[in-house]
Nanobody
Framework: QVQLVESGGGLVQAGGSLRLSCAAS????????MGWFRQAPGKEREFVAS????????YYANSVKGRFTISRDNAKNTVYLQMNVLKPEDTAVYYC?????????????????????WGQGTQVTVSS
């Protein structure tokens, strides 16, 4: 079992910044790739960013590339999502997820089927 707890969401004006955190427990955190997804009202959940176990490989959705940065601190069992230059279209519930052990293909990192544990989500609202 893996427990994931997100924090850091809130209300921010367009152009502002937020940093999301996801604290993990229950499985060797440093063995897992981690990802962030989001779901806006009336839309399907979509990939935002992911990072491999060491932090040496990172992947981003085109919609956030250059504005968001994913990072991790294995000593703290925490993964972060720094979100800058936020736009109203970034409004969504953001979910942290832990990747399936042994799943290493690119699709594992960017598709939700590549993840087997999910947090409860944190709301991000960007006002115009």
């Amino acid at each position: 079992q893996v427990q994931l707890v997100e924090s850091g969401g809130g209300l921010v004006q367009a152009g502002g910044s937020l940093r999301l955190s996801c604290a993990a427990s229950g499985r060797t955190f440093s063995s897992s790739f981690m990802g962030w997804f989001r779901q806006a009202p009336g839309k399907e959940r979509e990939f935002v960013a992911s990072i491999n176990w060491s932090g040496g490989s990172r992947y981003y959705a085109n919609s956030v590339k250059g504005r968001f940065t994913i990072s991790r601190d294995n000593a703290k069992n925490t993964v972060y999502l720094q979100m800058n230059v936020l736009k109203p279209e970034d409004t969504a519930v953001y979910y942290c997820a832990a990747g399936r052990l042994g799943c290493s293909a690119y699709e594992c990192y960017v598709k939700d089927r590549g993840y087997d544990y999910w947090g409860q989500g944190t709301q991000v609202t960007v006002s115009s």
